[in-house]
Nanobody, 125 residues
Framework: QVQLVESGGGLVQAGGSLRLSCAHS????????MAWFRQAPGKEREIVAA????????YYTGSVKGRFTISRDQAKNTVFLEMGSLKPEDTAVYYC??????????????????WGQGTQVTVSS
């Protein structure tokens, strides 16, 4: 059974940076596409970024392009989300997600089978 544990959230001022980490265990990390989603109060959970099982392809939602970077370290079974130039509207609970690899790129939350518990990111103005 895949387990995902996020860390790295916190409170930061607008314009600042944070690095989120998600440790993957329970199965071969390289067999999974990974993604970061976020959910703000009263809003739907939305995708932030995704990365394929090999790390060869990435996806970013429009509002974070140029500010966030998703990456994975296959040796450490960890996926990262580097967040820069943070804005108050980035405030949300950030979730790590995984799904078994296939030939497609997935950006819908319903396509992901495993989820972490979430980590709070708060950006003050």
């Amino acid at each position: 059974q895949v387990q995902l544990v996020e860390s790295g959230g916190g409170l930061v001022q607008a314009g600042g940076s944070l690095r989120l980490s998600c440790a993957h265990s329970g199965s071969a990390f390289g067999d999974y596409h990974m993604a970061w989603f976020r959910q703000a109060p009263g809003k739907e959970r939305e995708i932030v970024a995704a990365i394929t099982w090999s790390g060869g392809s990435t996806y970013y939602t429009g509002s974070v392009k140029g500010r966030f970077t998703i990456s994975r370290d296959q040796a450490k079974n960890t996926v990262f989300l580097e967040m820069g130039s943070l804005k108050p509207e980035d405030t949300a609970v950030y979730y790590c997600a995984a799904r078994a690899r296939d030939w497609y790129f997935h950006t819908r939350k319903d396509d992901y089978d495993y989820w972490g518990q979430g980590t709070q990111v708060t950006v003050s103005s």
